[in-house]
């Protein structure tokens, strides 16, 4: 089980209420620095070069992001921290769709970059994180594994233009909506029993759903953090829901939350969160448009019936040959390339391989000068150039 | 056969001086009869229409004598003759109407017989390795383009307006049929290509005939695939069954049902796939189309024969499974998909990279990855072990691209089960690591207990814990 890390370094398994307390009121004093103020269309009011990034392309690096987290092995605090740092240098910049990968790219190596070296000080903690979870990615294996068409130099490049804009000192963690998470769990942790805290894998995973959505940036991350703890703890037996609800609204009134802006924050989760649960697909605008890389040798050999050029002409169950009068049943099977010739053809009409008189009294007066086994004109087979799928 | 030396009456086992000649390597037949026999003849279209049919029989009986086409110079009038007559013959059927008599028939098949039914010569090359090396063709091309010719005279004859089946089928019976099918084993492709069209109108014309030549090329393919795995004739034989299959009446028959089971898959597991899988692959997929319900078994004995060492052999496999899922239907599909994706793992986590990439290439296939859409929920699981340990290990970085599509494509299915799954592998993993360090734990305490053992006691036999120390060296380690 992952142990989650909060801004003060210490175990959560153990919690000291008065530590916690003062962690929440350092992260909400630093919240507003830290709260990104994304300002993109909804749709693309110009393609093309001058077009502006909008929120379904935004949304849809978010994605690319959170699989390169589950791909590298890394905890949600980095794909957390990358979307806010990316999310923040939008708000500032107006970037172009074109630079849009570069940035996410940058912004998640960043991250964990930074995350590394915050671990690799808290020596005590380090040794109980496994080996993978401590290395970087490369700037050159992102590129390549994310297939954004940027060079590793501009992912550098990128990243020296993220940390001076975002003014990042190298210690400090951003303040997200996971490090609210983290706190409120737990406190929650020291007030109740262990068997209705809520799973913070889970509701991990969860936030990152919520914040690859644009919409999410719109409320403050303490709030946002607190209506998804809302919405999650719901489902239980009536008696039990009384307690919850006592302790949901004592945190509340610490982080201070207002009633009106929590409806109107729950909803934006529901809305999410239910596609989620329902195991739907992902909008297809955020998909990511894959190019499929093969090698030559496979390419060459990718349908066994890619060989056949012509087939002979069907003869019908029960039926002459030459007796049907419809055209004979096309294959669904390539049809661009077979085509069944319709029965009572002619000999000399018939394409190729059959050979005419012709074909025959030349071949064999050249045969001297070409190969005696020239099989292409009888297959069809063609010079096929390598290419990528 | 050569003309013998003289052979002395008084002293039959007198030794001929002449040395014998060379054993023929080609299957030339030929005729030492006296050039008499062959004169040449008026041209039919010199000759007034009624004594056309006269002259068109002798002249195939002229065409039925054989020449040794081994010796260049040997005949070569005789030879020419009998050229430039199958030449106006073909002519002569091609165009002219009311050309095919009765009594024509008998005399064009015997013409047939005389100049294509033959022995084949065994194999110059028996270690003959189809794709590699150029088959041996006949020794003599003029002989060649004599059969040839033949061929392409008999094609028209059945081809032709004015052939009637009912005629036809006194000549061209059962054992004529049998040694056409014997000539299939000819390394010549241009007469096995011959050979095909020739069965193919064969089998259209004649009714009577179909049921034979279904079981004789039913037995000669079992023969190939029990006892000789021996047979050049099998892609062509494959392409006249396409065109059969594809005429099939619905609801198909039993036998035709057996015939798939029985034989096409069968012939999947034969060394040499490669020179017929296409014929092949297109019959099973006809087969499918035809009659969906058939799809599990087909995916069943697929699996069956599914090649275990063979890596080209495993990428064949794969494009033809494409292509059977491409025709697939989604009640069928829900079948065979547990099967089916574990096979699928175990080809995408081989160390082999063309099978990998070829399994992973299924993703890249609309309708394929609309099947597993909607399955997703059965499918995943099965897949997603595989793919997230070959992220990590695989050595071919085009593999891990690929994975890396996969993986994203899941993401994009079904994220929620994709986040499941990702946290349970996690666990998983961190159990397993942790009865390693355990194991690693045990043996080194053991290693301890060897050590102490031997401080406190220097002289007693350590043979009771020599094997511990031995073991020492490497503890064993699961992976």
């Known amino acids: 089980m992952e142990i989650p890390m909060d801004v003060a370094g210490s175990k959560s398994s153990c919690p000291d209420v008065s530590t916690l307390m003062q962690s929440l009121q350092q992260a909400l004093a630093l919240e507003a620095k830290f709260q990104p103020k994304l300002q993109l269309p909804s749709i693309a009011s110009n393609t093309g070069e001058s077009g502006e990034i909008t929120c379904a392309m935004r949304d849809g690096a978010a994605?690319?992001?959170?699989?390169?987290?589950?791909?590298?092995?890394?905890?949600?605090?980095?794909?957390?921290?990358?979307?806010?740092?990316?999310?923040?240098?939008?708000?500032?910049?107006?970037?172009?769709?074109?630079?849009?990968?570069?940035?996410?790219?940058?912004?998640?190596?960043?991250?964990?970059?930074?995350?590394?070296?915050?671990?690799?000080?808290?020596?005590?903690?380090?040794?109980?994180?496994?080996?993978?979870?401590?290395?970087?990615?490369?700037?050159?294996?992102?590129?390549?594994?994310?297939?954004?068409?940027?060079?590793?130099?501009?992912?550098?490049?990128?990243?020296?233009?993220?940390?001076?804009?975002?003014?990042?000192?190298?210690?400090?963690?951003?303040?997200?909506?996971?490090?609210?998470?983290?706190?409120?769990?737990?406190?929650?942790?020291?007030?109740?029993?262990?068997?209705?805290?809520?799973?913070?894998?889970?509701?991990?995973?969860?936030?990152?759903?919520?914040?690859?959505?644009?919409?999410?940036?719109?409320?403050?991350?303490?709030?946002?953090?607190?209506?998804?703890?809302?919405?999650?703890?719901?489902?239980?037996?009536?008696?039990?829901?009384?307690?919850?609800?006592?302790?949901?609204?004592?945190?509340?009134?610490?982080?201070?939350?207002?009633?009106?802006?929590?409806?109107?924050?729950?909803?934006?989760?529901?809305?999410?969160?239910?596609?989620?649960?329902?195991?739907?697909?992902?909008?297809?605008?955020?998909?990511?448009?894959?190019?499929?890389?093969?090698?030559?040798?496979?390419?060459?050999?990718?349908?066994?019936?890619?060989?056949?050029?012509?087939?002979?002409?069907?003869?019908?169950?029960?039926?002459?040959?030459?007796?049907?009068?419809?055209?004979?049943?096309?294959?669904r099977l390539t049809p661009h390339k077979v085509r069944p010739v319709s029965p009572g053809a002619v000999l000399s009409s018939l394409p190729l391989p059959f050979p005419t008189k012709e074909d025959l009294t030349s071949f064999f007066d050249n045969f001297v000068a070409t190969s005696p086994y020239s099989f292409r004109f009888l297959y069809g087979l063609e010079e096929e150039s390598p290419s990528t799928a | 056969m050569s003309a013998g030396p003289l052979v002395d009456k008084i002293d039959p086992f007198k030794r001929s001086p002449k040395k014998k000649p060379k054993k023929s390597q080609g299957s030339s037949r030929y005729h030492s009869g006296s050039e008499a026999d062959l004169q040449p003849l008026p041209l039919l279209k010199d000759v007034p229409a009624g004594e056309q049919e006269e002259l068109f029989i002798r002249k195939l009986r002229q065409c039925c004598l054989g020449f040794d086409f081994l010796d260049p110079v040997a005949d070569l009038k005789g030879k020419e003759i009998k050229r430039a007559s199958l030449t106006e013959l073909v002519d002569y059927i091609t165009a002219g109407r009311g050309v095919l008599t009765e009594p024509v028939y008998p005399e064009i098949i015997r013409t047939i017989t005389s100049n294509l039914f033959r022995t084949l010569p065994p194999s110059d090359n028996?270690?003959?390795?189809?794709?590699?090396?150029?088959?041996?063709?006949?020794?003599?091309?003029?002989?060649?383009?004599?059969?040839?010719?033949?061929?392409?005279f008999f094609l028209r004859f059945l081809e032709s307006p004015d052939f009637q089946p009912g005629i036809g089928k006194k000549v061209i019976d059962q054992k004529f049929v049998l040694q056409l099918l014997e000539l299939f084993d000819s390394e010549d492709p241009r007469e096995r290509d011959f050979l095909k069209t020739v069965l193919h109108r064969i089998y259209g014309k004649f009714l009577g005939l179909r049921a034979f030549?279904?079981?004789?090329?039913?037995?000669?393919?079992?023969?190939?695939?029990?006892?000789?795995?021996?047979?050049?004739?099998?892609?062509?034989?494959?392409?006249?069954?396409?065109?059969?299959?594809?005429?099939?009446?619905?609801?198909?028959?039993?036998?035709?049902?057996?015939?798939?089971?029985?034989?096409?898959?069968?012939?999947?597991?034969?060394?040499?796939?490669?020179?017929?899988?296409?014929?092949?692959?297109?019959?099973?997929?006809?087969?499918?189309?035809?009659?969906?319900?058939?799809?599990?078994?087909?995916?069943?004995?697929?699996?069956?024969?599914?090649?275990?060492?063979?890596?080209?052999?495993?990428?064949?496999?794969?494009?033809?499974?494409?292509?059977?899922?491409?025709?697939?239907?989604?009640?069928?599909?829900?079948?065979?998909?547990?099967?089916?994706?574990?096979?699928?793992?175990?080809?995408?986590?081989?160390?082999?990279?063309?099978?990998?990439?070829?399994?992973?290439?299924?993703?890249?296939?609309?309708y394929v990855m609309s099947l597993i859409e909607e399955n997703s929920a059965a499918i995943m699981p099965i897949m997603f072990p595989a793919l997230y340990r070959i992220s990590k290990e695989h050595w071919n970085q085009t593999i891990v691209a690929l994975v890396y599509n996969v993986l994203k494509t899941f993401m994009e299915m079904n994220s929620k089960l994709f986040d499941e799954l990702t946290a349970t592998y996690k666990t998983e993993r961190q159990k397993e690591k942790k009865k390693e360090k355990e194991r690693d734990e045990l043996w080194r305490k053991l290693a301890e207990l060897e050590i102490s053992h031997r401080r406190r006691e220097p002289s007693a036999k350590t043979n009771a814990v020599g094997g511990v120390a031995l073991a020492k060296q490497s503890p064993p380690t699961l992976k």
């Open chain 2, 126 to 152: 028996p270690d003959f390795d189809p794709e590699e090396d150029d088959p041996t063709l006949e020794a003599s091309w003029p002989h060649l383009q004599v059969i040839y010719l033949v061929y392409e």
């Open chain 1, 63 to 331: 994605h690319v992001l959170r699989c390169l987290k589950v791909w590298y092995d890394l905890p949600s605090a980095v794909l957390l921290d990358a979307l806010n740092m990316m999310d923040r240098f939008m708000s500032r910049m107006k970037a172009r769709p074109k630079h849009l990968s570069c940035i996410a790219i940058s912004s998640f190596h960043l991250a964990a970059c930074q995350w590394v070296d915050r671990v690799k000080q808290n020596n005590n903690e380090a040794s109980s994180i496994q080996g993978p979870l401590q290395v970087v990615p490369e700037p050159q294996d992102l590129v390549t594994i994310s297939q954004c068409k940027c060079t590793a130099g501009d992912i550098n490049r990128m990243e020296k233009i993220v940390e001076a804009k975002l003014a990042c000192l190298p210690q400090e963690e951003p303040v997200t909506t996971l490090t609210f998470l983290n706190l409120y769990h737990s406190l929650l942790s020291t007030t109740l029993p262990a068997a209705l805290q809520p799973d913070l894998l889970i509701l991990s995973c969860k936030l990152e759903t919520i914040c690859c959505d644009a919409n999410y940036a719109a409320f403050p991350s303490s709030l946002l953090a607190f209506a998804l703890l809302f919405v999650e703890m719901k489902c239980h037996q009536p008696a039990i829901e009384v307690i919850i609800r006592d302790v949901l609204s004592e945190l509340q009134r610490l982080v201070q939350v207002k009633d009106d802006k929590l409806s109107e924050c729950i909803r934006m989760v529901s809305s999410v969160m239910a596609p989620y649960d329902g195991y739907a697909q992902s909008n297809p605008s955020h998909r990511q448009r894959l190019t499929w890389k093969l090698s030559r040798r496979t390419l060459k050999q990718l349908r066994p019936t890619e060989k056949l050029v012509n087939v002979l002409p069907t003869i019908e169950e029960n039926r002459q040959f030459g007796q049907v009068q419809k055209r004979s049943r096309r294959s």
């Open chain 2, 213 to 366: 030549i279904r079981k004789q090329i039913n037995n000669i393919f079992l023969r190939f695939i029990y006892e000789t795995e021996h047979f050049n004739g099998v892609s062509e034989l494959l392409e006249i069954l396409g065109s059969i299959i594809n005429g099939f009446a619905l609801p198909l028959k039993v036998e035709h049902k057996q015939f798939l089971v029985k034989v096409l898959l069968p012939l999947h597991k034969v060394k040499c796939l490669s020179l017929y899988h296409a014929q092949l692959a297109y019959c099973v997929v006809q087969f499918l189309e035809k009659d969906p319900s058939l799809t599990e078994e087909v995916i069943r004995g697929l699996l069956k024969y599914w090649p275990k060492t063979c890596s080209q052999k495993e990428v064949m496999f794969l494009g033809e499974i494409e292509e059977i899922l491409d025709v697939t239907e989604p009640a069928q599909f829900i079948k065979i998909q547990e099967p089916l994706f574990k096979q699928i793992s175990r080809c995408v986590s081989s160390p082999h990279f063309q099978v990998a990439e070829r399994a992973l290439y299924l993703w890249n296939n609309e």
